[in-house]
Nanobody
Framework: QVQLVESGGGLVQAGGSLRLSCVASGTIFSISAMAWYRQAPGKQRELVADIAKSGSTNYADSVKGRFTISGDNAKQLVYLHMNGLNPEDTGVYYC???????????????WGQGTQVTVSS
């Protein structure tokens, strides 16, 4: 079984910064990619950024140049550094792990419980 635990959310003023962290636990041999998604009130969950095991990254257009995703494969950690936050960034941020190879086989998708980010104007 794989668990993802996020931390680092909170309340910040517009223009401020936050760093989100996510750690994966369990008997994990490999994680193909990790990602951050967010869900604003009344909206669908959307991809914010992802990072493959190779280190290649992908960002939503709305966060390019402001957010940076990074990871530590050895520690099974992923971070989301968020700068220049604005109220449109408010939402619950979820960590996601894709294609996790565990002692009991492949798990296609695992989600964390989410962490709230609120940006005040």
């Amino acid at each position: 079984q794989v668990q993802l635990v996020e931390s680092g959310g909170g309340l910040v003023q517009a223009g401020g910064s936050l760093r989100l962290s996510c750690v994966a636990s369990g008997t994990i041999f490999s994680i193909s990619a990790m990602a951050w998604y967010r869900q604003a009130p009344g909206k669908q969950r959307e991809l914010v950024a992802d990072i493959a095991k190779s280190g290649s990254t992908n960002y939503a257009d709305s966060v390019k140049g402001r957010f940076t995703i990074s990871g530590d494969n050895a520690k099974q950690l992923v971070y989301l550094h968020m700068n220049g936050l604005n109220p449109e960034d408010t939402g619950v941020y979820y960590c996601n792990a894709r294609r996790v190879w565990t002692s009991t086989g492949w798990i296609p998708d695992t989600w964390g419980q989410g962490t709230q980010v609120t940006v005040s104007s």
